[in-house]
């Protein structure tokens, strides 16, 4: 709980006086007439309280020798609550947040107004409001935060309006001990649950039936979610890089290829791995021949890793190494035939959001936690093969935080030969 003390600390530092600064966890989204989406915070207020509630929002007020914090949320409605659960108390929420000043939701309007009025203003001259406008954050059905600056503004002309999104994208992308700890224990409970799927992993079972494993293995074991709908691909599935669950009906041969991309969440943080397993304990040699050219790219571009570097070069950099890989395999016949199966991006970053903010012509910095993924998928052998560890950059280089999920192919046999 230290740490949200620590990151507002930051962020305050990143504003200057006579500013204020608004995030907003938002509100779940409509799926179908009175049916919502679960609801999940937006992910800057979550790192800046540590609050999963709807309609709470976060107020900074920095002025010259002074920081003030506001947080609000729903207030206790016993009818309400009956109907759609326990809502945090005040002292909940502040236990939660470290924040003192804990208010009802319906007094943020009033409170608002008074920092930003220039008469009898207690504050002193506000002159700044940075708001959180994030893509698609809605702070009630009908109105985003886009919309709720443009009314601020018209409302308050002699303010100054910008956009938070960049200053807590800052803070985001520097991930703590504490953050690297929690994305290390996703990493390990995902490590575990594709254990769970090895051993059950047999001629004859579907896509789907691995995929519910894996979420029920999460949910009763830590009551642990997805951090993204599991992909289960086999066969000539495989070849498709986001085989979504609706059609994960593929039954399971003996010489198939079995590709997952899956990943636990843990606190709010994401593991995102994925391998690849021969279903019959063995690779064939056309299957060996692509897995390891895949895994020497993975293996390398891991190496290869460290500050100042962009994701850009990276990507560069496996191009070359799958080709080389490809090349002294017979796997393509010319240097140009790389683009036909190597198709994506090689990383992302990695952190509260599976594609975690951040660019990639940004220079990676020490404390930076990345995927790197190289892939390459041959429709015409119906194989896709994906190998995928999650990244820490380091001072000098990098730290793979999902050594531990075992990669080289003799490993993976000796892995299959000994399930239950």
């Not at 593929?250 to 593991?271: C, K, M, P, S, T």
Request: hydrophobic share 35%; with cysteine.
């Amino acid at each position: 709980m230290k740490e949200y003390n620590i990151r507002r600390e930051k962020l305050f530092e990143s504003l200057p006086d006579h500013s204020v600064a608004l995030v907003f966890a938002g509100v779940s989204k409509i799926a179908s007439e009175d049916a919502h989406l679960p609801f999940l915070a937006n992910r800057n207020f979550f790192y800046l309280t540590g609050i999963e509630q709807e309609n709470s929002v976060l107020m900074l007020i920095k002025c010259p020798g002074e920081r003030k914090e506001y947080l609000f949320v729903d207030e206790y409605d016993e009818v309400k609550e009956r109907w759609t659960g326990r809502r945090l108390t005040f002292e909940q929420a502040s236990e939660i947040s470290q924040i003192e000043n804990v208010y009802a939701y319906s007094n943020f309007d009033t409170m608002l107004s008074m920092a930003l009025t220039r008469e009898n203003n207690m504050y002193g001259q506000i002159n700044t409001v940075f708001i959180d406008l994030s893509d698609e954050l809605k702070i009630a059905q009908n109105k985003s935060t886009q919309l709720f600056k443009e009314e601020l503004s018209s409302k308050y002309i002699h303010l100054e309006f910008k956009n938070l999104y960049p200053l807590v994208v800052e803070l985001r992308l520097v991930k703590s001990q504490a953050e690297i700890n929690e994305l290390v224990e996703a990493i390990n409970n995902t490590s575990i649950g594709i254990n769970d799927l090895l051993n059950n992993l047999h001629i004859g079972i579907s896509e789907h039936e691995l995929a519910d494993r894996f979420e029920y293995y999460g949910k009763t074991h830590g009551r642990l979610d997805l951090a993204f709908e599991t992909i289960i691909g086999s066969g000539e599935n495989t070849i498709i890089l986001h085989h979504p669950i609706a059609q994960q009906d593929r039954i399971i041969e003996f010489d198939d290829i079995v590709q997952f991309d899956l990943g636990y969440r843990y606190h709010g943080y994401n593991a995102d791995i994925s391998r690849a397993y021969p279903v019959s304990g063995q690779f064939t040699d056309k299957q060996r021949a692509i897995y390891e050219a895949v895994l020497e790219c993975n293996k390398a571009v891991i190496d290869y890793i460290k500050p100042g570097l962009t994701i850009m070069d990276l990507n560069e950099y496996a191009r070359n190494v799958l080709r080389g890989e490809c090349l002294k395999r017979k796997l393509i016949k010319s240097e140009e035939d790389i683009v036909t199966y190597f198709i994506h991006n090689v990383s992302h970053f990695l952190g509260l959001d599976t594609h975690d903010v951040g660019d990639r012509q940004r220079k990676l910095a020490p404390g930076n936690v990345i995927t790197v993924e190289p892939g390459l998928y041959f429709p015409d052998l119906k194989i896709g093969i994906r190998i995928e560890d999650d990244v820490l950059v380091t001072e000098s280089g990098s730290i793979c935080l999902s050594k531990g999920i075992k990669k080289e192919a003799d490993d993976i046999e000796r892995l299959l030969k000994n399930r239950r």
